[in-house]
């Protein structure tokens, strides 16, 4: 089952006169060939699929970067380790509680906050108590929830209580027009505000060129529908413009940043049984921007059903529960218990129907429903069995089914909406091996030879109504839909009711589970098994599983399927993907309306949920940077741990691991040692072996006695902390702490001094030490298609060996496949930021997220006295990030390593003391051996000028022939490498003469 949705974008265009932005982020113009272009199959998509998921850019589009499908969560943020003007930091001084945190790397602001909470009195009895407390905290700290907004930009959409929370949910606007998916909601129990979560758009802006007049809602739709078979869509589909032609904002969300925004009016187009979309047009020219499937499919494996659930398994007799039916001749309308009335009390004929008031079923094979005649008597049961007829059997059984999830999810969510209506069920629709829920309806396929007909699977039906479920009940403004969620609470609802972690056996005419909520042996962890929706989707769906198992243990399955369907419904209604469940399904538990004390499951929650990569759970390091060894040849390393509960024993620490590495001289060996508990539970602390005069890295591996695991630091692209070790002394130093830029350093227009404005998704709040730093576009973005470069002036290195650049980095770039940082000795580059290494897929961005130490090593790249060093940065037309910060900037030299001493050190490649010379042959007075290039001709080089010149080839061979040897050289070598490179030409020369 194959339920995919998505995105799909198209070319983008100007819209109302108006251009959005995301702070400095904006989408520039594009390219002629853009990278994210894969394939032209329909119209220049790179996908023409209606149905399959995600943003899809064509050629001509401005949208640069690939829309996210999951997305990327950072797990807690200390309020201590930020200077003045730190948003978080205010929030949670002013708040005077213990708060934890899960951000959102995109938009670098709180998906959830939970924990100890505020005393709001009064907001669960009272809306308007609510609304005003959420007004206030949204309003005082908009700063950190929604940056660049104002508080008139959040419209009230839901005050929802239950009885046992109150949610308050608001949608972000601007300029009047909703921003959608945009909200803030928060949670109140037992009147105190417990979470608060945000999805909100930071630093929306608009600018205006010439402006467009709009079109009408008519034209909008004839301009919509003209483009539906270009699209892969029904070009016969129904369109209607949604809420009165009212543009809105789509925005467009990367992994790591906000792409772009578009202003769009909505449509809906729709065709029965082939699936409904959302499609989203310019309101000034009609052009399609994007679509959105609202189907949700499911393909895949398919296993055969236990009994009572697929075909060739065991049947079961089953009420007909509120089906209309004919008797005697009369409509009637059957109990729930499938029980129907008539008179006189006698054997009567009776016509069935497969539709009722819970579930109306739509033959898409034949105008004609599945119907039966047969004879009832009083007090007896009478059957119909469809089995012979593929296409009756299917409706039958849709019929049944569909009313069997409405009545198990009415056990824990009775006042869900649209529970109590008919649902429309399209089966034998003329497709294979699919399934899907399109926003509206159940559709149903028919079967081929190699998938059942998914109406008589009841883990089908199931499934896809756990889709409508979803889809009913989310809170306005709280909750979002999101396909991998929506594909995991589905499997779930399907395996609780069948009380089998196997869903969808018989989909394939055999017994094996498509999806397994208790696989054998590795369980499903975020994100490492994420993938397409169905399968990221199980990550979810197998945590609630053991979740429910683990209540059945402790509480008998009499109380632990109830509990576990309410915190599952809870979730239901209030997550907006996969990372923010875990905090829903803890403030569903809670019973005080205080997080940080506590739920009632707390300990279990973490620990399943844990073991599937769901966890608060991070750390950061507080070891030294650069050190000199003391006798013991060791240094202490400690790492705080973050996000641990004190009350459940599946949190204590099990081990801390160190791992560390030598640097380029391998010395010491590479190993590991045990960190043990410092001052505190979440203090470990660890000896490690030092090196001499060189870098070492290292980092920590933390278990949890739950076996949940992580690795600190918390960084894709630079995982390992690094220090060194060596007495060293300054050339030149810049602490920030005076301007740098007046002093000597020179830059391109792009680099600045001072303090951090907190505006900068990506940028430091304040220096390492003190408030400044030096960088690139300070309190924003880099521009697209720029270079920035900084110079420092020339430093006199004299006669030392061993020079390096030791300095704190908070560094945030795009894969060096697209943008390049660097930094460069001498007009050559010793350092560069990583890369996947996989072409226009890379996407191993370095998104630093504390003050990082970095040690980088000159001398390789250094002829001669003078250094000449500089910082780069060089950016493609696609995404943008914060760019380079820089603090306490240091030219070091190792005091030890000084070149003519006669002792080879440091970076040198000779040292003959007084014997080093600039003379043939000799060690040169820089250390560096004989080389080509180095303006000395030497054995086996017939001239050299330095550079290739008009008498002397750059392999410092003479243009004019062989020419001759400087007498102190042996003349064997260079006749041996002529006579190859004659035999090379001759060689060269008769293939072009054959040719």
């Not at 708060?99 to 009064?122: C, F, H, I, K």
């Not at 994100?527 to 053991?546: L, Y």
């Not at 000896?687 to 290292?698: G, K, Q, R």
Request: proline share 6%; glycine share 8%.
């Amino acid at each position: 089952m194959d339920f995919r949705s998505g995105l799909r974008s198209l070319p983008l265009s100007a819209t109302l006169g108006l251009c959005l932005t995301v702070a400095a982020a904006a989408a520039p113009a594009a390219p002629a060939e853009s990278r994210f272009v894969q394939d032209e199959a329909v119209d220049g998509l790179n996908h023409h699929d209606p149905a399959a998921g995600g943003i899809v850019v064509t050629k001509a589009a401005a949208l640069h970067g690939s829309v996210r499908k999951l997305r990327g969560v950072k797990w807690q943020r200390a309020a201590t380790v930020y200077g003045p003007g730190d948003t978080w930091a205010d929030f949670v001084r002013s708040s005077g509680s213990q708060w934890q945190s899960a951000w959102d790397r995109a938009t670098n602001t709180p998906l959830r906050v939970w924990g100890e909470g505020m005393a709001a009195p009064g907001s669960m009895a009272s809306e308007a108590v609510a609304e005003s407390f959420a007004r206030g905290v949204l309003a005082a700290h908009l700063a950190l929830w929604a940056p660049g907004a104002t508080p008139a930009d959040f419209r009230l959409v839901s005050n929802h209580s239950d009885g046992d929370q109150r949610s308050v949910g608001f949608v972000q606007t601007y300029q009047g027009m909703d921003v959608l998916g945009a909200q803030v909601s928060f949670r109140f129990k037992n009147d105190r505000l417990f979470v608060i979560a945000s999805e909100a758009i930071p630093h929306i802006t608009l600018s205006a060129p010439p402006r467009r007049a709009l079109l009408s809602a008519p034209r909008l739709r004839q301009q919509v529908a003209s483009q539906l078979s270009g699209l892969g869509l029904p070009a016969a589909a129904q369109i209607h413009t949604l809420a009165e032609a009212r543009p809105v904002i789509l925005p467009f969300v990367g992994d790591d940043a906000v792409l772009g925004l578009r202003v769009v009016v909505p449509h809906e187009v729709a065709s029965a049984g082939e699936g409904r979309w959302t499609l989203y047009a310019d309101p000034t020219t009609g052009e399609a921007v994007a679509f959105e499937t609202q189907s949700f499919y499911a393909t895949g494996r398919v296993l055969y059903n236990v009994p009572n659930r697929y075909p060739s398994a065991p049947r079961a007799n089953l009420p007909a529960a509120r089906m209309g039916v004919t008797i005697a001749g009369a409509g009637a309308r059957t109990a729930a218990d499938g029980t129907v009335t008539w008179s006189p009390e006698l054997p009567q004929t009776l016509v069935t129907s497969v539709s009722g008031d819970l579930v109306n079923v739509v033959n898409k094979a034949s105008a004609d429903l599945a119907t039966a005649t047969l004879t009832i008597s009083p007090g007896q049961d009478v059957v119909w069995n469809a089995s012979a007829n593929a296409t009756d059997d299917a409706q039958v059984t849709v019929a049944i089914h569909a009313h069997l999830a409405k009545e198990y999810v009415r056990t824990f969510a009775p006042s869900m909406p649209t529970l109590d209506a008919a649902i429309t069920t399209n089966v034998n629709i003329n497709q294979t091996c699919n399934a899907s829920f399109d926003g509206k309806d159940l559709n149903f396929y028919r079967s081929s030879t190699q998938c059942e007909n998914t109406g008589r699977i009841a883990d089908v039906v199931y499934h896809e109504f756990g889709h409508a479920m979803h889809f009913n009940s989310l809170i306005p403004g709280v909750g979002r839909m999101d396909g991998a969620f929506s594909e995991g609470l589905s499997d779930f609802l399907a395996v609780s009711i069948t009380e089998d972690p196997g869903m969808g056996r018989g989909f394939f005419f055999n017994d094996e589970a498509l999806r397994h909520m208790d696989p054998a042996g590795r369980e499903p962890r975020w994100p490492d098994d994420s993938g397409e929706i169905h399968k990221t989707g199980i990550i979810f769906g197998s945590a609630m599983w053991d979740l429910r198992k683990d209540f059945i243990t402790r509480m008998g399955r009499a109380a632990a399927v109830p509990a576990i369907n309410r915190l599952f419904y809870a979730t239901v209604q209030r997550a907006s993907d996969i990372p923010t469940t875990l905090v829903e399904v803890l403030a569903a538990d809670d019973n005080d309306g205080n997080l940080a004390n506590g739920t009632p499951n707390e300990c279990s929650i973490l620990e399943q949920f844990g073991r599937h990569g769901l966890r608060a759970f991070t750390g950061v390091s507080e070891s030294p940077a650069t050190v000199v060894a003391g006798p013991s040849r060791k240094t202490t390393v400690s790492f705080t741990l973050l996000g641990r509960s004190p009350r459940c024993a599946s949190d204590n620490v099990s081990e801390v691991m160190v791992e560390y590495r030598p640097g380029p001289r391998f010395l010491p060996q590479a190993g590991s040692v045990r960190a043990t508990q410092g001052a505190n539970p979440d203090t470990w602390i660890a000896e490690i072996p030092l090196p001499t005069s060189d870098t070492m890295t290292y980092w920590a591996n933390v278990t949890l006695a739950s076996t949940v695991k992580i690795t600190i630091p918390d960084s894709y692209a630079d995982s390992k902390y690094q220090l060194y070790e060596g007495a060293t002394m300054p050339l030149m130093c810049a602490n920030m702490d005076q301007n740098p830029l007046t002093a000597g350093f020179t830059a391109t227009p792009g680099w600045a001094w001072g303090a951090p404005p907190a505006t900068g998704k990506f940028d430091p709040r304040a220096g390492f030490t003190g408030n400044n730093v030096l960088g690139t576009v300070l309190g924003g973005d880099y521009a697209p298609k720029a270079t920035y470069t900084l110079t420092l002036p020339p430093i006199d290195i004299g006669k030392y060996s061993d020079v390096r650049l030791q300095y704190r980095r908070w560094l945030s770039v795009e894969d060096s496949q697209f943008d390049k940082a660097t930094i460069s000795a001498n007009g050559a580059v010793v350092w560069t930021n990583a890369s996947e290494a996989m072409g226009d897929s890379s996407s191993l961005h370095t998104i630093d997220r504390e003050w990082r130490f970095q040690d980088v090593a000159l001398s390789e790249k250094i002829r001669g006295s003078e250094l000449n060093l500089s910082f780069g940065l060089t950016t493609d037309e696609g995404l943008e990030f914060g760019g380079w910060a820089i603090d306490d900037l240091c030219v070091v030299v190792n005091p030890s390593s000084i070149c003519g001493d006669g002792t080879l050190s440091g970076a040198e490649q000779c040292d003959n003391g007084t014997a080093n010379s600039n003379k043939p042959n000799a060690c040169r007075v820089d250390c560096k051996t004989a080389t080509c290039g180095d303006s000395v001709v030497d054995k086996g080089e017939e001239c050299d000028d330095g550079e290739e010149t008009d008498e002397c080839l750059a392999t410092c061979f003479s243009k004019g022939g062989a020419g001759c040897c400087d007498a102190g050289s042996n003349p064997t070598a260079p006749l041996v490498l002529s006579l190859a490179v004659v035999g090379l030409l001759v060689s060269r020369r008769r293939r072009r003469r054959a040719a």
